[in-house]
């Protein structure tokens, strides 16, 4: 149980396009739910925190108009790489909070953009 | 505001020794510990926490881990290494603050030898 599904697992675009991975909860409800990146060789960095039908709290540095997050539902959420360049490059991790477990997270199986 | 450091970007075991992955953290609260294990080009996968009680954790795949307040550490380990436990393990830590926010350890990657 609790298991996030996301996709892409890999794309590859041109830059200056945008690129969506969608994070969806298959059997739960998820109200909150998690954007991370990571860079090769290192660790997780979060992004942002979005709560359903509300909008998402991003973190210091991260530029919220060039990563959209949309979390309009309880099962979806979806993070938009807007105007990617290659330096957008990296592996995308979302993960959902499990209902009724404080600290009981499932993260997706993630993404890995490729812009050139 | 909470951090965890891993001691050893890279630790190198042969098969069936013991696997010891170190974890410290800093937090002004009591913390909430974590181990995470991922897979090249996956997500990370829950080893096993700590979040109140008993100290010593007992996780999936025959990994534990200790909480030591006074040493501020939650090493991980394993009796005996198995060439399946080859990965990348994270270490996070949170605290009870409602945010539910991580902070994770920049990783240790285990590599095995037959």
């Known amino acids: 149980g609790a298991v996030v599904s996301q996709h892409p697992s890999w794309v590859i675009c041109k830059s200056g396009t945008s690129v969506k991975i969608e994070c969806r909860s298959l059997d739960f409800q998820a109200t909150t739910m998690f954007w991370y990146r990571q860079f090769p060789k290192q660790s997780l960095m979060l992004m942002a925190t979005s709560n359903e039908g509300s909008k998402a709290t991003y973190e210091q540095g991260v530029e919220k108009d060039k990563f959209l997050i949309n979390h309009a539902s309880l099962t979806l959420s979806t993070l938009t790489v807007t105007s990617a360049h290659p330096e957008d490059s990296s592996f995308y991790i979302c993960?959902?909070?499990?209902?009724?477990?404080?600290?009981?997270?499932?993260f997706g199986s993630g993404t890995r953009l490729t812009v050139v | 505001a909470q951090s965890v450091t891993q001691l050893g970007s890279h630790v190198s075991v042969s098969e069936g020794a013991l696997v010891l992955l170190r974890c410290n953290y800093s937090s002004s609260v009591p913390p909430y510990l974590f181990w995470y294990v991922q897979y090249p080009n996956q997500g990370l996968q829950l080893l096993l926490k700590?979040?109140?009680?008993?100290?010593l954790v007992k996780g999936i795949n025959g990994f534990e881990a200790e909480f030591k307040k006074s040493e501020t550490s939650f090493h991980l380990t394993k009796p005996s290494a198995h060439m399946s436990d080859a990965a990348e393990y994270f270490c996070a830590v949170t605290v009870s603050s409602g945010t539910y926010k991580y902070i994770f350890g920049t990783g240790t990657r285990l590599k095995v030898l037959a």
């Open positions: 700590y979040t109140t009680g008993a100290t």
């Open positions: 993960s959902a909070k499990i209902p009724g477990f404080n600290y009981g997270y499932t």
